[in-house]
């Protein structure tokens, strides 16, 4: 099946009027020139890769949209689906915590974390896009590691990064910041809040002995079983060096520009989250993704909690990036598909799965029509594939 008339986004340039041929899943030709009789006109939109996210927050608020209101795990998991491929995204990596005590309650218990992971990978076949699971793993709560290790055993982990949430550090630097978040996310009273920050910040410090025993072995884990490490958060030069001894391979949504510089110099990865990048700024006061980018110091969009921000921030970086549309696109596809091993897809070349995103760049841009290896998954209904 060919595709023509598209602006067809490659690793290093764009193709201004091109056509894509389409065979048994895969990529087989690029032609330089429109194609005639094709069963797809693209009357000049984009056609890019699909994009490859590697760390999205929405499963658990698809699954219970509000506190202790529990969806069926089928219907949730469809949402989820739904949401990824009219976001572009062909290759979703869901991020699900490992942290009984965190603000989502018993959503982060471990039993509810590991359900909703087996129900996920159960559901494979019956979802449209290549879903894939991220454990986030909670450094301060040993606890996880026997449940976090049998889910890499029997393969249902893909990815593991390494949180420490901590009050004071790492995303949670500014304490008063915090503090003032506490009171409107939980509903308690300035005193309240400050005790309960006060709370977690003893706790790491009892969990101190442990912490070392509990990053080897979830380390040692990984490398046996092949999995990608990343790290999270981090906020000094000592901690990515840490993070580094370790095995992580990439730097999630560092903090600070020292330790995206410190990232960089160690040869990680870095990811920062597509909404950042869209608006220009860190909902929690940290560093910048556009800066970061600007500096030469961004590798990797991730939806983290809004997907449809990918191609908007895409967008966005791609008139600061030295390499265009083209760069810009490979933050969220190449690049993270590279970093976590997926030879086979995250660029447009033959050979390549057929992961593509149909898209218009007006506005803030709009996603028109997703392929997944080859096979329509999504489209508005503004194009039409003429069989035959």
């Excluded at 658990?60 to 089928?74: A, I």
């Excluded at 884990?221 to 901690?239: F, N, Q, V």
């Excluded at 860190?282 to 990797?300: E, F, P, Q, T, V």
């Amino acid at each position: 099946m060919w595709l023509s008339d598209f602006r067809i986004v490659l690793p290093d340039r764009v193709i201004p009027n091109g056509a894509l041929c389409i065979e048994d899943g895969v990529i087989s030709e690029i032609s330089e020139m429109p194609v005639a009789g094709a069963a797809l006109e693209g009357q000049g939109l984009l056609l890019m890769p699909g994009f490859v996210d590697m760390h999205g927050d929405m499963i658990e608020r698809e699954v219970e949209p509000r506190p202790n209101v529990k969806m069926p795990m089928e219907l949730g998991l469809r949402d989820l689906d739904r949401k990824l491929k009219v976001s572009g995204v062909t290759t979703g990596y869901a991020a699900v915590s490992f942290n009984p005590k965190s603000a989502y309650g018993h959503m982060r218990s471990y039993d509810h974390s590991q359900a909703m992971l087996r129900a996920l990978k159960g559901m494979r076949g019956a979802l449209k896009v290549d879903h894939k699971v991220h454990a986030r793993f909670e450094v301060t709560f040993p606890g996880a590691l026997e449940v976090v290790e049998e889910l890499i055993a029997d393969g249902t982990v893909d990815l593991v990064s390494l949180t420490d949430h901590t009050p004071g550090q790492g995303q949670y630097r500014d304490l008063e910041r915090l503090k003032a978040r506490t009171v409107v996310e939980r509903g308690l009273s300035v005193e309240e809040a400050a005790q309960a920050v006060q709370a977690r910040i003893d706790e790491r410090r009892q969990a101190t002995g442990d912490l070392a025993a509990t990053l080897e072995a979830i380390s040692g884990t990984c490398r046996r079983h092949g999995i990608a490490l990343a790290s999270h958060d981090d906020d000094t030069a000592e901690k990515v060096a840490l993070m580094v001894s370790l095995g992580a391979a990439i730097s999630e949504f560092p903090v600070t520009e020292e330790a995206a510089q410190a990232a960089r110099a160690a040869g990680l990865m870095t990811a920062m989250g597509a909404p950042n990048a869209l608006r220009g700024e860190s909902y929690s006061g940290n560093l910048s993704a556009r800066a970061a980018h600007k500096a030469g110091l961004l590798d990797i969009l991730a939806a983290d909690y809004h997907p449809s921000a990918i191609l908007p921030a895409v967008l966005v970086l791609a008139a600061q990036d030295p390499d265009g549309l083209s760069g810009a696109t490979r933050l969220a596809s190449a690049n993270p598909a590279r970093a976590l091993g997926l030879g086979d897809r995250g660029e447009i070349a033959p050979g390549k799965r057929a992961d593509l995103v149909i898209a218009d760049d007006q506005g803030v841009g709009h996603v028109r029509m997703t392929f997944s290896a080859g096979r329509k998954v999504f489209s508005d209904g503004s194009l039409r594939i003429v069989v035959g």
